[in-house]
């Protein structure tokens, strides 16, 4: 099983050129594009922002090289998240780097990199925030996701509870900051596509559909 994120767009097809020369993608069909593991679809819509689904995490064995290849191609870094450049989070995998990068039409786009165990390139995590993080893991446990790890980050701004999810293939990152954001009805992220499973509307509008037809499961 493969989780598949549907990025919502404006304009897809300068999406996809984004996409393809910047950051990566290839082609593979039926609006799909793959980096490495990871696949993503393409679709048509009007995103208000950044929804339930926050961002799409992509693991690199070195983030100084990978950031520094993106940016000359044209990548932008997302200063509201990374303003100073990579950051630094000792407390997940034996530490990570991470970059967050805008995507199309400012979709978040995170490279990470494990220190401890680097992996990649391809498939790290997707990112959720959770106004109540209780209920989120309740909804991906019924779509059959087990536990992965769970971790405390205490900052000058409160606690953020993480937890790290696998569903098949695939990692979801589960996180309930000290005052967590209000998504946007209409996320850039708009739905994730699994195979097997029903069309479902979870906490905070969080959205998940089956993979049609064609798509690998």
Request: with cysteine; proline share 10%; aromatic share 6%.
């Amino acid at each position: 099983m493969t989780v598949i994120p549907e990025l919502q767009l404006r304009d897809p097809e300068a999406g996809r050129r984004l996409l393809c020369g910047t950051f990566g993608f290839v082609e593979a069909g039926q609006g799909r594009l793959i980096f490495h593991d990871q696949q993503i679809v393409l679709s048509r819509g009007t995103p208000e922002g950044h929804g339930a689904i926050d961002h799409l995490a992509l693991a690199v064995p070195d983030l100084d090289a990978a950031a520094r290849d993106a940016l000359a191609r044209g990548a932008q870094v997302d200063l509201a998240i990374t303003p100073d450049g990579p950051q630094t989070i000792a407390e997940f995998w034996g530490g990570v780097r991470y970059l967050f990068l805008q995507g199309p039409e400012g979709a978040r786009i995170e490279l990470i990199e494990r220190r401890a165990t680097p992996v990649g390139p391809g498939h790290d995590h997707i990112g959720l925030p959770c106004a109540d993080l209780a209920a989120t893991l309740d909804f991906f446990t019924e779509l059959g996701a087990r536990p992965a790890a769970s971790v405390q980050l205490q900052r000058p701004e409160g606690v953020t509870e993480v937890r790290f999810l696998t569903l098949g293939r695939s990692m979801l990152e589960l996180y309930q900051p000290p005052v967590p954001p209000a998504p946007a009805p209409q996320g850039l992220w708009r739905r994730l596509l699994i195979a097997g499973a029903a069309a479902r509307t979870g906490p905070g509008g969080l959205s998940v559909a089956p993979v049609e037809a064609g798509f690998p499961a």
